[in-house]
């Protein structure tokens, strides 16, 4: 009556509804086996060396003893985690941009500026080293020095060139974001 069988067949590989992958066949089984072969792992580690018995054993003394533990001390330690996991995923939820880029508004230098300023005014094209050295009047090491500070704040993107010496230049989206902040944009 039917061509396809509804649920991970063998006959017709349907791996529908992940009913046919291997892995998951027999999960019962799965895990009876690792827990054999750990079983027989830990008992060969603890008739090779014995202070691997003696330290098992106490870990397990520790992880099965009985402990009366106050409720209060269950109520911190849940407000606790609570708290983390919330900073955790308010950092992770947040925009990461945004909060970096005001770190950088800290200082930033003229030639730097400069620098900013004259890709601004490229408007999303690349600008070359050699234009930037013509365009500012500074020297290569100056230029250079200037955009290795604004590459390590993510400020902008190198573009290396066949030559060692060429490069082109691109705001980078923080960067970006930096310049329209600054009023350079």
């Known amino acids: 009556m039917f061509d396809i069988h509804p649920f991970g067949c063998p006959v017709c590989k349907n791996t529908q509804y992940g009913y046919g992958s291997l892995s998951e066949k027999h999960p019962i ?12 792992i830990l008992a060969a580690l603890g008739q090779l060396w014995p202070p691997a018995n003696r330290l098992l054993g106490s870990v397990w003394g520790v992880l099965a003893a009985r402990l009366a533990v106050p409720v209060w001390v269950l109520v ?23 909060s970096t880029v005001a770190d950088d508004q800290t200082e930033v230098s003229d030639l730097e500026r400069q620098i900013l ?32 500070s604004l590459e390590g704040r993510g400020l902008v993107d190198v573009l290396e060139g066949i030559d060692d ?21």
């Open 29 to 40: 089984r799965n895990g009876i086996i690792a827990t054999v072969i750990g079983d027989v």
């Open 76 to 98: 911190v330690v849940a407000v606790v985690v609570l708290a983390v996991v919330r900073l955790r995923w308010r950092a992770a939820a947040g925009p990461a941009e945004a």
């Open 117 to 148: 300023g004259r890709l601004v005014k490229a408007d999303g094209t690349p600008v070359s080293s050699e234009t930037l050295t013509r365009s500012l009047r500074a020297t290569n090491l100056r230029v250079q020095t200037a955009v290795d």
């Open 165 to 185: 010496e060429e490069f082109e230049l691109l705001l980078t989206a923080r960067g970006r974001h930096f310049v329209v902040q600054q009023g350079l944009a």
